[in-house]
């Protein structure tokens, strides 16, 4: 009967405590099941070792997503590409910095302000994770992707470490086409160049030469030095010395007239700005008057002008009708102008006389 009761009591408790684990696993891990993911891919054209599934992906640090496979574009998109196809899963809660209904909306956004991922390691532990940030675009880092991809595509970055070694091998290649040999040679050859001019060198005439020029240096620093002590250079600088006494003298009794002289010019020049000012201050109220004179005046002779203009424009045929009487009267008064002059008689007779024939008859 004993033995009976203990399995039933370890029955229970494996009954409870597997009851307890699923309910510990429904509450704890029931976000998990029903958490909603988005999915991305990237390609790399390096290598990605170091980097695993459930590899963190993060944005300035944050953690935004996990890595879901990492295989060959090839395989996946059966194409001919050495490229490194990474998909990675997305929180459904991601933002990036943009605004939109969706997360997709959102990433997409991201994408066209230059949204980039890079392969980033953790240290020197070798340990590797996706880093996303906004980078300006750089034509060398971007992939010729000859199909459509399945899922949102993030443009990839070199990451540091392959800039690094690109610089690097840029470096050895150009170390590499020195030419080292050549150079040597032409070392060698310029050595001996001035080894075989260093011979040629008459190094006794040079010698002659440098002491023969001490010499006269010498000579020349004995002459100057003569020449200052001389009785002529020492009242020279005599004379100088009084000439600049002199000179001060002349300007400490001129000090006080120059003075003098600026305080009174300070002065009147005080006294024009003070003129200058009561003279604006009388003369401003009339010519602000003048000014409003000028200004009623020229509209008033903006106003005739427009009536003139006005009553031209309405009386034209009338002007033109008067015009063409006064041509006319014009006309006639320069024909009967013509004919007083011929006919004088014309002021006093109807018409003309008749002609008188003084021709003498046979």
Known sequence: MTQKANFFKLGLFVIIAFGLGATFLIIFGAGQFFKKELL???CFNESVQGLSIGSEVKYKGIKIGSVKSMTSAAQVYQTKSDYVLVIISLEDSISLGQTGG???IRIQNAINDGLTIRLSFKGLTGVAYLETDYSVKDPNDKLDISWTPKNIYIPS????MKQFGDALNLILDNLASINLKGITLDIET???T???KANNFDIDNISSLAASLLKELKDTNQKINTAIGSTKVKRFLDD???SFAELRTIIETAKTPL???INDFQKAADSTKNMAAGLETRLSPRIDSLSSNLDRLTKSLAATSGLLENMVWLNSDKIGLIIENIETTSENLKQMSKDIRRY???LLFEKPPEKINMEKKD
């Open 194 to 196: 001035l080894d075989q």
């Open 259 to 261: 003075n003098k002289a």
């Open 102 to 104: 969706t997360a997709k």
């Open 157 to 160: 970055k070199k990451s540091n």
């Open 240 to 242: 100088a010395q009084t």
């Open 344 to 346: 004088p008689g014309r």
């Open 190 to 192: 310029l050595l001996k």
């Open 40 to 42: 991305a891919e990237t």
